[in-house]
């Protein structure tokens, strides 16, 4: 709509004006005309709405709706807590602290309390003072020579290509100015993720973009000359992802372009649907021989692996090999099926993968119970976007967390959910040059990193609130749910926790565990023949 409108405006204003001195009231129509089109020109130069910029005049009819919406909405529609995936609450909450504006509410919880589900954390009578700027974990194992002091959030991975080159940069940049990390996703290492100068982690998938050689198999070459850059804090193999476990990526044809096939080594015309497992490993002791073959090649750097739990042998088969082998990666990205993504199958989306909360709790619970924990950190991923959000994941199991959609938010994302289609009005998840124009990467990196910073500031004040001093005093105790109306319990109770170790002596392996384990086996992810 940028295009058309600055094309229909300067004919409006030529024909018009022009047509005045021989049709005397086209001065009149040109005069009653001149309030709008001063209103669309003021939408089209403006920065900070990507939505105005790109619909000039039309685009402020939804903020015309949005301050009247509290009325309608309350009558009519949904309420602050409805809304998928993320509600208007939710949503609000990431525009409100990327803008830096007020983001209390009046009038106390609009959340029934007493509902089954209902969650909360206790606070102490003897709150302390929690510095946010501490909030950080060294990511790095025994085999590690360049640790990376990791912030507690981060933003997940989103490949140039599913989002726009203007995303891309404002996102970037954001993690720069903010001190946190930018996963690159799976699609490659471009000059966009590089030019801001924030911190990356190198997300390496299944067709191995940014390191692949003609016939889409692992380059160790390409894979070491690019791994050793300054830039690259930590590199990671994408095993799955929570929106479409066992599928492989999907870059629509629409948003391919010759900069994003050449960047990924691929040819023009046809979806990019990267295959659904790995050629470099097969078993999972080779799985391991990658992750240290990759730490060598990287120069000592941070090496993780990133997953959407199913199969609960599979992992423990994953844990085993660590075990056998002595290798370990610096970190765990634990994916929950719940996860979001630009294009994915519906039945994928929907109904394959565990859901993020069982998924961390099992992943942590296996770490322990190997003797590993202590060696893995584990970064949780799955629609966070607030402070409490954080700390219940942080009390669960994790050390760090990972947020894609929330970041889209604070790059001015509306929950179009037009990802797929190339056609994102506010040119986040878009490849088209119009709708690009309408992100302004100065303003939109500002967002990004004041996002970053309230949140955690507001986790800060949590955790003081609690008493504690850091987020690694976190515990599965701290966070309550009701689980019927007169009960309640917390996480420590409706999940068992494993001791370390446990898991080693066949003795004391628990029930719920003891048939995957049994079936488990480091030589392979097929079954042992003793179920």
């Not at 990287?298 to 844990?319: D, H, N, T, Y």
């Amino acid at each position: 709509m940028r295009k058309e409108f600055l094309i229909i405006s300067i004919v409006l204003i030529v024909s018009l004006s022009g047509g005045g001195f021989v049709w005397k009231p086209a001065w009149k129509i040109l005069l009653l005309l001149s309030p709008f089109l001063a209103i669309g020109y003021q939408d089209f130069f403006q920065k900070r709405h990507a939505i105005r910029r790109n619909f000039p005049i039309l685009g402020r009819f939804r903020y015309m709706l949005e301050m009247i919406r509290p009325e309608i909405q309350q009558y009519f529609i949904e309420s602050n807590t409805e809304g998928a995936p993320f509600s208007r609450e939710q949503r609000s909450l990431v525009y409100q602290r990327s803008k830096k504006v007020l983001d209390t509410i009046p009038f106390g919880t609009q959340l029934d309390v007493y509902e089954e589900g209902y969650e909360w954390i206790n606070h102490s009578m003897v709150p302390t003072k929690v510095d946010a700027s501490q909030l950080r974990i060294q990511i790095g194992g025994k085999n590690c020579t360049q640790p990376y002091l990791a912030s507690i959030l981060n933003i997940s991975a989103m490949s140039y290509g599913s989002l726009s080159q203007n995303a891309i940069l404002a996102l970037n940049g954001g993690a720069k100015d903010g001190g946190f990390a930018h996963n690159t996703g799976e699609g490659g290492l471009s000059h966009y993720h590089q030019t801001p100068g924030g911190d990356l982690i190198w997300q390496i998938g299944t067709a191995y973009f940014g390191c692949r050689d003609e016939h889409g198999a692992f380059s160790e070459a390409l894979f070491k000359k690019q791994a050793q850059l300054d830039a690259i804090k930590m590199i990671e193999i994408k095993l799955s992802q929570g929106a479409k476990p066992g599928h492989g990526g999907i870059l629509p044809k629409e948003k391919l372009t010759p900069e994003i096939a050449k960047i990924r080594g691929v040819s023009m015309g046809k979806d990019i649907i990267s295959p659904p497992g790995h050629s470099a490993f097969s078993t999972p002791i080779e799985m391991m021989e990658f992750v240290e073959r990759l730490r060598s090649l990287s120069g000592g750097k941070p090496v993780g692996i990133k997953l959407c739990l199913g199969r609960r042998r599979e992992f423990l088969a994953v844990a085993k090999a660590m075990v056998e082998t002595g290798i370990t990666p610096d970190y765990i990205a634990v994916d929950g099926g719940e996860g979001g993504t630009g294009a994915a199958p519906v039945e994928f989306s929907n109904h394959i993968g565990t859901p993020g909360v069982e998924a961390l709790i099992f992943v942590h619970n296996v770490l322990k119970g190997m003797g590993l924990r202590d060696q893995v950190k584990v970064i949780a991923s799955g629609s966070v976007t607030s402070g409490f959000g954080i700390i219940k994941r942080l009390a669960l199991g994790a050390d760090l967390i990972y947020s894609a959609r929330a970041f889209m938010l604070s790059l001015g994302c509306i929950q179009a959910l037009r990802c797929n289609a190339n056609v994102c009005p506010a040119g986040v998840a878009t490849q088209d040059p119009y709708l690009t124009a309408g992100l302004v990467v100065e303003d939109k990196r500002k967002r990004v990193r004041n996002f970053h910073q309230v949140t955690l500031d507001e986790v800060a004040h949590m955790i003081g609130a609690m008493g504690l001093s850091h987020s690694s005093d976190l515990h599965p105790w701290h966070i309550m749910r009701r689980v019927n109306q007169w009960e309640i319990k917390h996480y420590g109770e409706i999940f068992d926790y494993l001791s370390d170790g446990s898991l080693l002596n066949r003795e004391e392996v628990p029930q719920a565990y003891a048939r995957a384990w049994r079936m488990a086996k480091a030589e392979s992810f097929e079954a042992a023949d003793t179920v």
